[in-house]
């Protein structure tokens, strides 16, 4: 019936209007505006969600349309925006108000009783991923690895060339292990450093967090500053890491190593003393270590196999809401994308994890997909009751291609590159301490 459509209507639109006004934060209004900027940083933001991270289909353009006329019946304004606008005013306020909204999100967390903690610990999934961009010369120059040294490197494939000059974001993304939810992410150039992001993010967490991860995450410097600042880690090993045994009183019987590469021996570093966890996973062996010597096994295994759930981020941010190739033409608009996608996508999970919790059914439960799929159909009713249609001989006349100017140049390549192929893990080495590092170890060990 008409009138029952026109009521859900209306709660439809009162409920959106009090997702935001619960989740973007108060203190948006008090930031600083560059310039002769005159749009308001809280709507900026949630039409930058509605955009990003909640309309489906269509150009960005068509999107950025969708979202300020659906933020004009949240909050009864008039005010409308063009995507370069748009973009242009989201990078004026810049990362302040990306960090705000996000710390904003990560102190709710902490309301769902019994899912902030894992095992005694606040514990975060690490791990990373790539998102494509267009190949524009701009993001070339920023996130390409191979365009610096293009001249002079020698390829032996096309493809290889080819690989070398796709523009991708590398994501680093701390998960959440009790929610489900993410909580921080680093984003690099295709030729960033895994490691080096989250160590960059240690600076961010509360205190006593544990990190989980896979064997990308090794070597001393990332192993160090996460002891250092008080957190610990549960990391797998392969091949590329060597452990030592019967370097001091502790036995590798017993479950424990020692990391001591040549690096940190010539620094006058003192050993890192770890637990050694060995899992199947029902086709191989997979190799643990961590520095909270008191874990079990059965503790391990079951944080590792919780890991998991971050793949399953990715995969619902990337296929399942259609985000794993990114639109804007410049680096920092790019950033500006990818940065406003990732928190449309956790508002929106987030509220249905809390719809979760309130029923009392286990926040597991929730598909993501599902949420996605609810709150598109909803903007797009909104949308819809909302815009002024033309008539259809009016649309039909309108619908001829745009004019446009091709550039002279040709683009750099348009050969798809093939996959990268990954090693397999493998063990870490073990061998025995020898005479002189037995020496130097009593020194710190004692």
């Not at 608009?333 to 029923?359: P, R, S, Y």
Request: aromatic content about 8%; overall charge positive.
């Amino acid at each position: 019936m008409p009138h029952q459509d026109t009521e859900h209507l209306r709660i439809n639109i009162q409920s959106m209007k009090a997702i935001f006004d619960r989740l973007i934060p108060c203190e948006t209004s008090s930031l600083v505006r560059h310039g002769n900027a005159s749009l308001d940083p809280g709507w900026l933001a949630a039409v930058a969600i509605l955009c990003m991270g909640w309309t489906a289909k269509g150009t960005l353009g068509e999107r950025v349309k969708t979202a300020y006329t659906v933020a004009g019946e949240l909050f009864q304004v008039s005010t409308t925006v063009t995507r370069q606008g748009l973009m242009k005013a989201l990078a004026n306020y810049g990362q302040p108000l990306v960090d705000l909204v996000i710390q904003h999100l990560s102190s709710k967390l902490g309301q769902w009783k019994g899912y902030r903690t894992t095992a005694g610990k606040v514990t975060l999934a690490v791990d990373a991923t790539k998102f494509s961009a267009p190949r524009s010369a701009a993001n070339q120059r920023e996130f390409a690895p191979g365009i610096h040294h293009r001249r002079s490197a020698k390829y032996r494939k096309k493809a290889d060339e080819s690989k070398a000059l796709t523009v991708q974001l590398l994501t680093t993304v701390l998960w959440h292990l009790g929610s489900g939810l993410p909580f921080r992410w680093c984003i690099q150039g295709a030729a960033g450093s895994e490691r080096i992001a989250a160590r960059e993010m240690l600076e961010s967490l509360p205190e006593n967090v544990r990190l989980v991860g896979d064997a990308q995450y090794t070597g001393a410097p990332l192993w160090s500053a996460i002891m250092e600042s008080g957190h610990s880690f549960l990391f797998r090993v392969g091949s590329n890491v060597t452990l030592l045994k019967s370097l001091g009183q502790l036995k590798i019987r017993d479950g424990f190593v020692y990391y001591w590469p040549d690096s940190m021996q010539r620094r006058d570093q003192s050993p890192l003393v770890l637990r050694l966890f060995q899992i199947h996973n029902g086709r191989n062996k997979i190799y643990l270590v961590s520095n909270e010597l008191e874990m079990t096994d059965a503790c391990a295994c079951k944080l590792y196999r919780q890991r998991w759930g971050i793949e399953v981020f990715f995969r619902s941010v990337k296929q399942s809401c259609e985000r794993s190739k990114l639109c804007c033409q410049t680096p920092v608009n790019v950033i500006t994308e990818l940065n406003w996608t990732l928190i449309g996508i956790w508002v929106a999970l987030f509220v249905g994890k809390d719809m979760l919790h309130k029923q009392g059914t286990n926040l597991k439960k929730l598909s993501p997909i599902k949420v996605i799929r609810v709150f598109s159909q909803a903007v797009t009713i909104i949308a819809c009751h909302a815009q002024q249609w033309a008539p259809l001989t009016d649309l039909l006349s309108q619908s001829v291609l745009a004019e446009e100017k091709r550039p002279n140049n040709r683009k750099a390549s348009r050969g798809h590159p093939c996959k990268k192929r990954k090693r397999q893990c493998g063990k870490p080495t073990i061998i025995q301490a020898t005479t002189d590092q037995k020496k130097l170890a009593k020194i710190y060990l004692e």
